[in-house]
């Protein structure tokens, strides 16, 4: 299995709108030719929220192009601006059905690892002007996903990754089904947390759901 980057994303702080007032974010991005790739990032990207963005667990975030027929419809607009959902890399064709937390996937010197899914957010409403479009990625499962960074290096638009191993034990698919509690076994909930690649931001969530 492989994925290709269609458009290498990167961003600084800027501010949207909102009802309460001007919000600090590095939402909106713009497509380059390279980027240099640390283990909590790209060098030329922000976050303006670590509590949420960035850090060693989520370095890249990924959304994956075949999923925007189903958001231009569900928008009613004629194409997707590209990056459409914040991300990094905007890839040809990942199915969150078909990848699972741990995979590795190698380009080059550069390795990365799936530790979640992408959780919708406030940001996504704004950027999209339609806060529908919240409840929608979640119910959808279509959420895309976050890499850490195993070995970090240049990345370049067009860059093919080749997935190098696979656990092939929890899907991003049944980790979203978990967190929003599609799959409300307290079983299955524990074999997920327990899982040694799952971010620990959603091992701490997850955790809290324990009886």
Known sequence: MQFKILSLNVGEISEMASKSGPLKSAYSKLP????TLTKTGFTTDE?????YHGGEDKAVCVFSAHHFVQYTEFLNIAGMPVPAFGENFTIDRLDEAEIFIGDVFKSGHVELQI??????CSKTGLFHQ???????MADLGATGFYFRVLKAGDVEQGNVFERVSSERRHSLKFA????YRRIKCQDQLKELIDNEYLSQA???ELSARLK
């Open 115 to 120: 530790t979640q899914p992408r959780q919708p």
């Open 47 to 51: 976050q303006a929220d670590l509590r």
């Open 130 to 136: 339609n806060n529908k479009v919240i409840k929608f």
């Open 176 to 179: 979203n089904d978990v967190m």
């Open 32 to 35: 380059v030719a390279t980027a």
């Open 202 to 204: 959603w091992k701490e």
